[in-house]
């Protein structure tokens, strides 16, 4: 509980629309609930004595209660709606920060975990409120104020429905509890899925060429058999909660009208007094689905809030200072004993004891084999990566010293895999001066030598690029090139 109540922090604004919502709510309940009274009399009274003027006036009053029920139940969908979205759009902005920060050493959470995350568990919070704000705000209500009038309206028919709560929550108090693990595991194998579909489909390429597509669909096949074994285990106590208390209540129904049907032969009770008690009976036992369907709703939200905590609690490593540089004043660079590990308990370093100097406006290439680490010096430089140890810097300041946005800023980078965004061309050449004009965008175009290909585009800079156009070789290459800076 303690991971919703931080998620329910992050509800700002929303908190007073589900303020206003639980008193529409609550007032819709008492309209409802005064309709079985109004039945009773029109039954006992209207309709025994053959008043016809009461039995109109008593219609009307039923009409005027159902019509306020509908208005305050269509403001509360209003208010509802506005605080249930609202409230997830603001755990995902705040996600989506988070994940902006993190670091980019290898780590649990990370890819499509983090996409499901932000998706598939915040989207089961948003079902639990919308679903279960209602019934958890009109259930109690409706069981409070049912029981109430049905002692008022017959005390001794009203001791029955007490004595309901046992039988009912029998079933449904273990179901919550066996529950909860298993909503955590099913999660969990969403995951699975969703991280094998995301290989098959990335590698796609490679899997055609070494024809292995019987070896990705077992395993995709593996997957999904184990995600549907789970979520039947799971939602099979789901199911049968309903019928559980069905049972109950018509049960309750069936013994009620046998004593209501023998106190009504006795004189003891009367016609109306049956029918509005019923209508109790039904509106109480209803609440207490309400109330289980509640629990369990909550119960699965209950584990994607544990994981969506777990992303923002996430530790940041890299971090600006506080009161970091924010102008890098000249080009040089420095490595001063530098070493690195991606993880602090790899036994070997990626990069070791290296020193050296470039003077601002030097050019210099670095050479190696594959996996020498030479992306990763580059990639000191920005503080895309802290050194394990030693010192790099530059401008003769320590990269620490600086603000990262200024640092980062400052420094040109092409990365070794470069990506497109879905937009226009010049949307993905502005990435480096959002107000560069057309001049500049061609200039930085023709330096690159990505003129000529741009120009055999549709409509030039723009030419949209779909997933498919972005995620193309020729388009990565020509186009992240010419960025402007």
């Known amino acids: 509980m303690n991971d919703m ?70 403001l509360y969908a209003h208010f509802a709606a506005r605080a249930t979205y609202g409230w997830g759009a603001e755990i995902r902005r705040r996600s989506m920060r988070k994940c902006s920060s993190m670091h980019f050493q290898p780590r649990p959470l990370c890819g499509i975990i983090l996409i499901t995350r932000m998706t598939t568990d915040v989207t089961v919070i948003q079902n639990m409120v919308s679903a279960g704000f209602r ?133 003891q009770l009367a016609v109306g007094n049956l029918t509005g008690f ?44 506080e009161n970091g540089v924010t102008e890098v004043t000249e080009g040089s660079v420095e490595f001063d004993n530098v070493s690195f590990k991606y993880k602090e308990e790899a036994k070997e ?37 802290d050194t394990s140890r030693g010192t790099v810097r530059v401008g003769g300041k320590d990269v620490r010293a600086y603000d990262l946005a200024a640092l980062r800023d400052a420094v040109n980078i092409i990365l070794q895999k470069n990506v497109l965004f879905s937009g226009t061309v010049r949307e993905n050449l502005k990435w480096g001066n959002v107000d560069a004009s057309d001049e500049e965008i061609w200039e930085a175009c023709r330096a690159a030598c990505a003129d000529e290909f741009l120009n055999r585009m549709p409509d030039g800079l723009d030419t949209v690029l779909e997933q498919a156009q972005a995620t193309s070789p020729e388009a990565r290459s020509s186009v992240s090139a010419s960025r402007v800076r």
Request: glycine share 8%; proline share 5%; hydrophobic share 45%.
């Open 278 to 321: 019923l209508s109790y009976v039904m509106q109480v036992m209803n609440s207490m689905m309400m109330i289980a369907n509640v629990f369990l709703l909550l119960t699965r939200s209950m584990a994607s809030a544990h994981r969506i905590v777990e992303v923002l609690d996430e530790k940041i490593v890299l971090t600006s200072p």
């Open 349 to 385: 370093y990626a990069l070791s004891d290296v020193t050296l100097k470039i003077k601002a406006g030097q050019t210099v290439g670095i050479l190696g084999g594959t996996g020498s680490s030479k992306t990763t010096l580059v990639q000191l430089i920005p503080r895309l990566y």
């Open 5 to 74: 109540k931080r998620l329910l922090s992050y509800a700002g604004p929303y908190k007073r629309d589900m303020i206003f919502g639980a008193v529409l709510v609550l007032v819709e309940t008492c309209f409802e609930l005064f309709i079985p009274i109004l039945i009773s009399n029109l039954i006992d009274i209207g309709v025994a004595n053959g008043d016809i003027p009461y039995i109109y006036r008593k219609g009307i009053q039923m009409g005027v209660c159902a019509l306020c029920a509908l208005v305050t139940g269509i």
């Open 135 to 267: 019934p958890i705000t009109r259930g109690p209500s409706l069981l409070i104020m049912g029981i109430g009038l049905s002692f008022y309206m017959n005390p001794r028919a009203g001791i029955c429905i007490p004595c309901m709560y046992p039988a009912s929550w029998l079933y449904s108090l273990p179901d919550c509890a066996e529950s909860c693990p298993m909503y955590t595991k099913l999660q969990s194998m969403v995951d699975r899925l969703n991280n094998v579909v995301q290989e098959g489909l990335t590698a796609i390429r490679a899997v055609k060429a070494f024809v292995r597509d019987e070896y990705e669909e077992d395993k995709f096949n593996e997957v999904n058999t184990d995600l549907t074994a789970a979520s039947e285990q799971t939602f099979h106590y789901a199911v049968l909660n309903l019928p559980a208390f069905q049972g109950v209540m018509y049960t309750a129904i069936v013994l009620i009208l046998w004593f209501g049907g023998n106190m009504i032969l006795k004189k």
